[in-house]
């Protein structure tokens, strides 16, 4: 253990997520939305990579490209709101 009671040097710590059950709720919903849209772009990624027809792996390919988009705004949306749980955040 380190100083700090760490299991394990170095370790991260998770996010300690302060505030009512609702803005809990509202980013474990958040997270569900992310686990969804990582399985869809890892099936776009496979057929991409995998589909011999060229018609198919250009929907593929652009169906990727829609999905890292979605992510990204979805991940930033994230970020603020684990911000926002954290003591002493700003509001914008």
Do not use: C
């Not at 299991?7 to 980013?27: D, I, N, S, T, Y």
């Not at 991940?75 to 700003?90: F, K, L």
């Amino acid at each position: 253990m380190d100083r700090h009671g760490n299991g394990m040097m170095g370790a991260v710590k998770a996010p300690v997520f302060e505030g009512g059950g609702a803005r809990r709720q509202a980013l474990l919903a958040l997270h569900g939305e992310r686990e969804v849209l990582e399985r869809r772009l890892a099936l776009a990624r496979q057929q991409r990579l995998y589909l011999t027809e060229a018609g198919a792996t250009q929907a593929a390919e652009d169906e990727e490209r829609a999905l890292l988009q979605e992510l990204d705004r979805l991940m930033t949306r994230i970020r603020a709101a684990e911000y926002q749980s954290q003591p002493g955040s700003r509001t914008w």
